[in-house]
């Protein structure tokens, strides 16, 4: 299965994105994105229904969300149920109080949840530096 990618355009040049050039502040114009990435480990077996799973609720349920900006899931080459989601967010905060904290989640969760092996594993970025 090739890898799903759904990502916005943020209308911001690499200069803005990569943060502070030649001292200037570069993200005095917009603030940065906080990049969630979850490492997802799903049942034997059930990579192909996770994968349709995970795209149903992306569609229905994240899009919805406060501070939702975009995505993209990937599975594993050699390990197909694993997946790497990652979710672009205007803040932190969008994720982990309005998002986690709201409806929305156990709507999520209802979806994705049953095909966990394990919890996944969820940690937050800022962009540093990107390519054009």
Same mark, same amino acid.
């Given at each position: 299965?090739? =890898?799903?990618?759904?990502? &916005?355009?943020?209308? %911001?040049?690499? &200069?803005?994105?990569?943060?502070?050039?030649?001292?200037?502040?570069?993200?005095?114009?917009?603030?940065?994105?906080?990049?969630?990435? @979850?490492?997802?480990?799903? !049942?034997?077996?059930? =990579?192909?229904?996770f994968a349709?799973?995970?795209?149903?609720?992306?569609?229905?349920?994240?899009? %919805?969300?406060?501070?939702?900006?975009?995505?993209?899931?990937? %599975?594993?080459?050699?390990?197909?149920? &694993?997946?790497?989601? !990652?979710?672009?967010?205007?803040?932190?905060?969008?994720?982990t109080v309005?998002? %986690?904290?709201?409806?929305?989640?156990?709507?999520? &969760?209802?979806?994705?949840?049953?095909?966990?092996?394990?919890?996944? *594993?969820?940690?937050?970025?800022?962009? *540093? @530096?990107?390519? @054009?």
């Amino acid at each position: 299965m090739q =890898g799903l990618v759904k990502v &916005r355009n943020f209308g %911001r040049d690499a &200069r803005s994105q990569a943060g502070t050039i030649a001292g200037t502040d570069a993200f005095a114009e917009s603030p940065p994105v906080i990049l969630e990435i @979850a490492d997802i480990r799903v !049942q034997p077996g059930q =990579g192909d229904a996770f994968a349709e799973a995970i795209q149903r609720g992306l569609a229905t349920v994240i899009s %919805r969300a406060q501070g939702f900006q975009g995505y993209k899931v990937n %599975r594993g080459v050699e390990n197909p149920e &694993r997946f790497v989601l !990652q979710i672009f967010w205007n803040t932190l905060e969008d994720h982990t109080v309005h998002f %986690r904290g709201g409806p929305l989640f156990a709507e999520w &969760r209802a979806i994705v949840g049953p095909f966990f092996a394990a919890p996944p *594993v969820v940690e937050h970025f800022t962009l *540093v @530096a990107k390519s @054009a």
